[in-house]
T-cell receptor, first 114, second 113 residues
């Protein structure tokens, strides 16, 4: 079945460090790929998405490129801030009729220290 | 613009008591609606989803149920809560199919004591 695997956390970085959170997927079709962010005590917010191979999603300094050849969608940010401390979820959604669901990874907790 | 609201935000209930969490979506018609559960420090588990009034699909057998009495209203219920039902519950919505984005509510913290 479809699945998403993302790197185990927690990840602790100093402010202004470079961030990479790895995400790989397994899907039978051609999925759309998402990164969601969850700040402490809140619901999930869409961070960015990509709907086809080689697309790059970007938002708030974060970016991720849909790599079909490596089935990956790694999240990157060049310089993290304390306010980026949150849990990050990679997810996929299959295209086509009847595809209503997202399949989520287990989440990666990021802590950024001053 | 579309908005989603769920309530109550926090709830403390005794074991064996009933549960009702409500969710409404505004600014869109015929949304797909979802209930997810997120246990502390763990990932998201899809509980129910609905593509229309009265159409509920259950993903996980348990003592919870869902209903959709109106197009933009989704209710999560239980007749008798268990300690293991303590969790963070998230309502969400989307429109259409084909990889569309799912948007989440603020979440409801349920503690069963």
């Amino acid at each position: 079945g479809d699945s998403v695997t993302q790197m185990e956390g927690p990840v602790t970085l100093s402010e202004e460090a470079f961030l990479t959170i790895n995400c790989t997927y397994t899907a039978t079709g051609y999925p759309s790929l998402f990164w969601y962010v969850q700040y402490p005590g809140e619901g999930l917010q869409l961070l960015l998405k990509a709907t086809k191979a080689d697309d790059k999603g970007s938002n708030k300094g974060f970016e991720a490129t849909y790599r079909k050849e490596t089935t990956s969608f790694h999240l990157e940010k060049g310089s993290v801030q304390v306010s980026d401390s949150a849990v990050y979820f990679c997810a996929l959604s299959l295209s086509g009729a009847g595809s209503y669901q997202l399949t989520f990874g287990k989440g990666t907790k990021l802590s950024v220290i001053p | 613009s579309q908005t989603i609201h769920q309530w109550p935000a926090t709830l403390v209930q005794p074991v064996g008591s009933p549960l009702s969490l409500e969710c409404t979506v505004e600014g869109t018609s015929n949304p797909n609606l979802y209930w997810y559960r997120q246990a502390a420090g763990r990932g998201l588990q899809l509980l129910f989803y609905s593509v229309g009034i009265g159409q509920i699909s259950s993903e996980v057998p348990q003592n919870l149920s869902a209903s959709r009495p109106q197009d933009r209203q989704f209710i999560l219920s239980s007749k008798k809560l268990l300690l293991s039902d303590s969790s963070f519950y998230l309502c969400a919505w989307s429109v259409g199919t084909s990889g569309n984005t799912i948007y989440f509510g603020e979440g409801s913290w349920l503690t069963v004591v």
